[in-house]
């Protein structure tokens, strides 16, 4: 066989210039060792550069390449699978090769010490142990006991827990030792990143499925043996979607392959967490940016040696190095936490498909309120539909009431608490339960809504809210740039109360400490919990329930519960529903449903108030009756007649300069030069629209510019837009910033 004389590598340094393999020759000493996969280190101009090898050759491509220096570790840091999917990953969400590869790495292992433990092993059979404690028994106890307990574990113990279990010492061991019965050995240990307290029996109930739950499974059976592979989910919490993740899992480790397990959010689901961790003792694996360096290195290294059958871990557990994977579940598929907002800005759901079909597994996904990408995909067949309906203990989910603010602001109510709120708010305090107060989301930009009919002054073209922009005054379009005049009146019931809209938990806090001044209220934003402990602390706070108000955005709508909550009220779901977003009304239904799950966790009944000054918009009417299929419809409607996705791509480009001027500039020339090489309007396939400030005009002191690209199929450009845009930011100053999202899942 001949061997592989050259090699092209990946520099591990981030710069569109470089963003290229290069190629270096093996000399004979590391003939065999560099593979595909292997980090290696090279000459690069007068450094040394760690690099990744993505290629190997026979022939050089380029003259008298340089040699690699050496290889860094025993085994290629990627496996085959990561080099294709990096590079897949690379090309469909823009980013540059490295930083795809860095995803697949093991986590920074730097710096953390190996812990070993002194490890106690048999050198005899079961049955030999036994027969050797048995003739001990008499003159040395605590040598048979230790004999015991090695026949009867079936494997190497640690010291310290033999010693605690026999009562032995340590002269016991070593005479043991010296007969050739036992040896010892240092283990390296493993950071648990949980306690081992559970007691293992008697938790591990059987599944138990409904009726419904059985023709479920039987569906997704199919789906091991069968084409199709990809299933949605869609049930109501409480409907058993666990019991199918759980069921589907057990069966995948039977059959000798491996779990891939992904949830938005951890620390959200300690009873999945618990569930696994019953379910495969020893075979479970747990990674998680909450770990110490040293815990999620260890749980990497267990994955990669092939010593875990099931990996649970958020967005990126999908990059685990498990092998013959079976089944990838992907629960609560819409989450946004799935997006990553960071070059490579890739979604989960994306690199967990690509997986799947790799590997030949099944995907599971499962949501109360699925994306409309994935459930478009079920209506045309690329997915499988398994819906249930059925709610397990027949509790009943919240009354909803909508409350009309308009009429609220008509009868000169000019609280932010309508009359209903503020009641629902004293009886619940009346009776020593606790509330919820949600704001969807902090105001960040303002737009104009007429307090009197509820107007909100939108695009023509694109059906998103104009933005409130100062100096000078006037209303601005961000996906086409439209602009237009501040309304005096009301271009509908021509009132003179249209205005900015905008309001802030502080805002909410200071009212409620006005009418309930006895009363303890907490807020929970992104200003009050910066830190974890600070978050804890809320968190305790309000479970012993020491304060009866809670206060927060978006981050208290998930997963608390809270049996105490009797109320929770939605303080203006126009926020949400008005950021100038083509998902917003897709964003409100999810939260006010999220929001309304957080009413009667316990005993008491729930109840829910929304307060809104669009009474009638679908989303909200949808997300009071609990009606995700009423809410899917209209905004399937709205979606084709304004071709957004997921009738449609957009990739959305981001200049962004620390001078207004030249991040406008910049993006005005960058819009010029793909236009010159990318089909636009004219050809009816897709268009660039731009360049408009962004939603959030300024960040970290830097000034942003949006261009969007719109329509079909715009992977086909990708290597255009690429291109077009390395080389411009080649030529510009380090002072402009471009990036590149596709299909973002926030377009501010
Ligand atoms: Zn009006
Ligand atoms: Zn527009």
């Known amino acids: 066989m001949t061997e592989e004389l050259y090699a092209r590598v990946i520099l591990d340094m981030v710069s569109n210039a470089l963003d290229r393999p290069f190629q270096y020759s093996v000399p004979s000493h590391l003939c065999g060792r560099v593979k595909l996969g292997s980090r290696v280190q090279v000459p690069f101009r007068s450094q040394k550069i760690t690099a990744y090898v993505v290629a190997l050759d026979r022939e050089a491509v380029v003259e008298n390449p340089r040699e690699i220096l050496n290889v860094q570790d025993p085994y290629p840091v990627l496996r085959p699978e990561f080099v294709k999917l990096s590079y897949w990953l690379s090309r469909r969400f823009f980013s540059r090769w490295i930083e795809a590869i860095r995803l697949c790495l093991p986590p920074a292992g730097d710096g953390v010490k190996t812990r070993y433990v002194q490890y106690v092993w048999p050198l ?155 379910r495969f003792p020893g075979r479970f694996a747990l990674l998680h940016s909450s770990l110490s360096p040293g815990e999620r290195y260890d749980q990497w290294l267990r994955v990669r040696r092939g010593e ?148 909100v002054i939108k695009c023509p073209s694109c059906d998103v809210s104009l933005t409130y922009h100062s100096s000078p005054e006037h209303l601005q379009c961000h996906y086409c740039g439209y602009k237009r005049v501040i ?140 009606n995700y299929m009423n809410f899917l419809q209209e905004e399937f409607k709205r979606r084709k007649i304004l071709l957004y996705p997921p009738f449609s791509e957009i990739i959305l480009i981001s200049c962004s300069s620390p001078l207004e001027t030249k991040a406008r500039d910049s993006a005005e020339s960058l819009k010029k030069r793909l236009a010159e090489s990318l089909p636009s309007s004219g050809q009816g396939e897709a268009e660039l629209l731009g360049p408009s400030p962004a939603p959030l005009f300024k960040i970290k002191e830097r000034f942003r510019y949006h261009l969007i690209y719109k329509g079909f199929n715009l992977l086909k450009y990708s290597e255009i837009i690429r291109d077009a845009v390395w080389n411009f930011t080649k030529e510009t100053g380090e002072d402009i910033r471009v990036t590149v999202d596709f299909n973002p899942l926030m377009m501010l």
């Open 124 to 278: 005899l059979p079961e049955s030999s142990l036994l027969e050797e404690s048995a003739r001990l028994k008499t003159k040395a106890f605590r040598q048979a006991l230790i004999l015991e307990h090695l026949a009867l574990a079936k494997e190497g113990l640690p010291w310290t827990e033999l010693k605690e279990k026999t009562g032995a010492g340590r002269q016991s061991l070593t005479s043991l030792i010296n007969k050739g019965l036992l040896k010892m050995e240092m283990v390296p240990c493993e950071r648990l990143p949980w306690e081992e307290t559970l007691e293992q029996t008697g938790l591990h109930r059987e599944l138990c499925l409904t009726g419904e739950q059985e023709t479920a499974w039987e569906e997704i059976k199919k789906g091991f043996s069968g084409e199709q592979k990809q299933f949605l989910i869609y049930g109501i919490t409480g409907s058993g979607k666990t019991e199918l993740y759980l069921r589907a899992a057990e069966e995948v480790v039977k059959q000798g392959r491996t779990v891939l397990f992904l949830v938005p959010e951890i620390a959200l689901t300690p009873q999945v967490l618990e569930q696994l961790r019953i």
């Open 308 to 455: 875990v059958r099931l990996v649970f871990g958020a967005r990126s557990a999908v990059f685990a190095p498990l092998r013959n994977i079976g089944l990838i579940v992907m629960d609560e598929e819409h989450e946004n936490t799935y997006k990553q907002y960071d070059s490579p800005r890739y979604h989960t759901r994306d690199v967990a498909r690509w997986r799947a079909a790799y590997h030949g597994s099944v995907l599971l996904m499962g949501s109360a309120t699925p994306s409309l990408e994935t459930f478009l995909e079920t209506k045309e067949e690329k997915v499988k539909l398994i819906r249930l309906s059925e709610r397990a203990g027949g509790r009943l989910l919240p009354s909803v009431e909508v409350v009309d603010m308009r009429r609220e602001f008509n009868d000169k109510n000019r609280s932010i608490f309508s009359r209903p709120l503020r009641r629902a708010m004293e009886e619940t305090l009346s009776r020593g339960e606790q509330m919820m107060l949600f704001l969807n989301r902090r105001g960040f930009s303002s737009f104009q809504l007429c307090r009197q009919c509820g107007q």
């Open 487 to 626: 309304l005096e009146f009301c271009p509908n019931c021509n009132s003179r109360y249209i205005r900015n809209f905008g309001l802030g938990t502080q805002r909410v806090e200071k009212e409620v400490k006005s009418i309930f001044p006895e009363i303890e209220v907490i807020r929970m934003d992104s200003d009050t919990t910066i830190d974890r402990r600070a978050y804890t602390r809320i968190w305790n706070t309000f479970k012993e329930k020491r304060a009866s108000v809670l206060i927060g955005t978006q981050m208290i709508a998930k997963g608390f519960d809270f049996p105490g909550v009797t109320l929770v009220g939605i303080v203006a779901a126009d926020i949400t529903l008005h950021l100038p977003d083509f998902r917003a009304g897709e964003r409100t239904f999810q939260l006010l449903s999220q929001a309304a799950g957080r009413a009667g966790r316990g005993a008491r009944e729930g109840r829910v108030i929304i307060q809104t000054f669009t009474p009638w918009h679908y989303s909200i009417k949808a997300a009071a009756a609990h």
